[in-house]
Every structure is written in C-alpha cells, then in structure tokens.
C-alpha cells in the first residue's frame, strides 16, 4: 500500500449518505479542512446527518444536493461548490445507483444508470476542473470491479441498440468511469491534476443488494480502499485500484481510440447543459 499524504485542505464527495460514502465522510473529517459532502436529499432533511459528522471534528462540513438524474443539478451543484471554495484538492466521485430492472430514461433522455454513474461525475469533474487545477489535485472515480466484463459501444451509449440488464447497464457505466480516468491524465493541460478509479470491494450496502444476493464486508472496509486512493501521495496517472492495489482493467480502457470516440459521444449528450438556461459547452475545445 502507497503511503497516504497529510489531509487535503477541500474534499469534495458525491454520494456522502449512505453506504460506503457516509463511512468515507465520517474517516475524513477528523484529517480535513473543508469537507463539502453531496446528497440527492434536500438540505432541511440532513441537519440530523451533518449534526452526526461534526460531531466527529474540527472540520467545515458543508452539505450540497443535487439528484444526479437530472444534468443541469450537476450544474447547479458545481456552481455551489465553486461559491464554497476556490479549490479543490480531492473530488471523489462515489455516488452511484443501481440499474433499474428494466431500462428508463433520465429526464436528459439518457439510460438512468448511464446518466447517474457516469454522465453525471463527468459532468462534474469537467465542471470543476479549474478549481482541481487550482489545487494540483485529484480526482477519484469510484467504479467496480464488474466493469471488467463489460462492454460498452461509444455509439449506443443510451442501450438502444444494446440488451438492457440491471447488471449490465451498471458494469457499463462503470468502465466509462475507468476509461475517463485514464483519459483525464492523458489530454492533461498544465497545471495538471491527478485520476484515478478504484473498487472498494464487496461492500455491504442497499446497491449491492439491489442486484446481487451476496453478503458484503462492512463500509468501513471499502471506505479505506476509497480513502488510500484519495490521500497517496504518489501520483496514481489514471491507475485502476482494484481495493488497495493498482490492477489491469478491462483491455478498452487501455486503448486511447476507445477513449476518444467515448469522450467524443459523451460530449455530445452533455452538450446542452446549463445549470440556468444559460448554455455552455463541455469538453476539449468546447468539443
Ligand atoms: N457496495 C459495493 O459492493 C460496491 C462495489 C463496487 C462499487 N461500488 C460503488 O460504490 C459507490 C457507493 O455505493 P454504495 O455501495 O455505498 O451504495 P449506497 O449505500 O446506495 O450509496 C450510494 C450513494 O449515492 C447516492 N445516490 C444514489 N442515486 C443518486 C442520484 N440519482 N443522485 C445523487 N446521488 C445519488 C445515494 O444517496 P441516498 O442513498 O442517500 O439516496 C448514496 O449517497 C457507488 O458508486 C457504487 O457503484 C459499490
């Protein structure tokens, strides 16, 4: 295991209420500055919950909601994020769902799990990307090992010409967020910053039991796998974690034609996003 770096000054994690996200939350916040935890809850329902985290630290602990089934949330969510902080040292992008058991539609038009799993971080990431410069910092794709079976076709990314299964559409959605990682540190502008994806393991939670009968290690255990990918002090340049330790993916994340042709239709089913109506474009060049 690589060592682990003193606390960063602001982290940034998706998916903080349940599960493996609310036990990285609680082992973050006695090592860092400013916390800034994300929910698809709304803020009145979450005093209990962030009463709870503050109570473990010193650390400014702030809460920002947005449901990642709709992309102008994810908008709206890095415009509250940039008016909390002017970096960010660490986004780790853990918030996931499992895929329903028949195929639906986001209120994008995209595949839910899709949008939820993989537009949605991207989305993020993109949009932060001059704090995470500001910071020379690191962004962390909490993926799953179910990737490695996956296959996943740039031109039919929504599954409306591929067999939908819950399991299928999750193990998809999953290698984007291996390959993306992989292409961050590739197309890299200077100031650069850090990527990389990780399995936190068989973990215990509602999304593992939504689709597989199997039992799980405590949240704790995935938290630390989550957490060493967040705090090494060595640079991970794209790296796959399966738990603690850097592991081949799946061979299409490896190849630079798969991640371009991937990015390039990703961009184009972002391409419309505004947290506002205000439009912008994402991607290299506004691509
Ligand atoms: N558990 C495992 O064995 C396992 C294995 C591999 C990878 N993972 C990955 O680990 C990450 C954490 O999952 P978990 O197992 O801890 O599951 P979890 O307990 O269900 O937590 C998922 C988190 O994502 C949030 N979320 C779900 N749908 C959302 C949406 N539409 N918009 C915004 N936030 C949403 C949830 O919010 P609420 O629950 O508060 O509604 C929760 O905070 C996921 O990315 C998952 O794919 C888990």
Redo the contacts with the bound molecule.
């Keep these: 295991m690589p060592p682990v770096g003193p606390a960063p000054t602001t982290l940034v994690l998706?998916?903080?209420?349940?599960?493996?996200?609310e036990a990285v939350a609680r082992l973050l916040i006695p090592r860092v500055t400013r916390l800034i935890v994300h929910?698809?809850?709304h803020p009145g329902e979450m005093d209990r919950f962030l009463g709870r985290l503050r109570d473990l630290g010193h650390s400014e602990v702030h809460y920002v909601p947005?449901?990642?089934?709709d992309l102008a949330a994810v908008g709206a969510l890095a415009d509250r994020i940039a008016a909390l902080t002017d970096q960010v040292d660490v986004l780790i992008n853990?918030?996931?769902?499992p895929g329903p058991p028949t195929r639906q539609l986001s209120i994008d038009g995209n595949e839910l799990t899709l949008q939820?799993?993989y537009l949605a971080p991207v989305l993020l990431t993109e949009r932060l990307t001059a704090l995470l410069r500001a910071a020379h910092g690191r962004v962390v794709h909490?993926?799953?090992?179910t990737h490695l079976s996956a296959s996943l076709e740039p031109d039919d990314l929504n599954m409306e010409h591929t067999a939908y299964s819950s399991t299928v559409a999750y193990a998809r959605s999953?290698l984007g967020l291996v390959a993306h990682a992989r292409w961050l540190v590739d197309q890299a502008p200077s100031p650069r910053f850090d990527a990389v994806s990780v399995?936190?393991?068989?973990?215990r939670?509602?999304?593992?039991h939504a689709m597989f009968d199997i039992g799980?290690a405590p949240?704790a255990q995935?938290a630390r796998n989550v957490l060493q990918a967040a705090l090494s002090t060595d640079a991970w340049d794209g790296q796959y974690l399966a738990e603690d330790r850097s592991a081949p993916p799946n061979p299409a994340a490896l190849d630079p034609d798969f991640r371009s042709r991937l990015m390039m239709q990703t961009f184009r089913l972002m391409r419309h996003v505004s947290a506002d109506g205000r439009s912008f474009s994402v991607g290299l060049d506004g691509a």
């Excluded at 909490?142 to 090992?145: D, E, F, K, Q």
């Excluded at 939670?205 to 593992?208: D, F, N």
């Design positions: 998706t998916g903080a209420t349940s599960g493996i996200g929910g698809p809850q947005a449901n990642f089934d853990n918030a996931g769902r939820t799993n909490v993926s799953s090992a999953k399995h936190p393991g068989v973990i939670t509602e999304l593992l799980g949240a995935g």
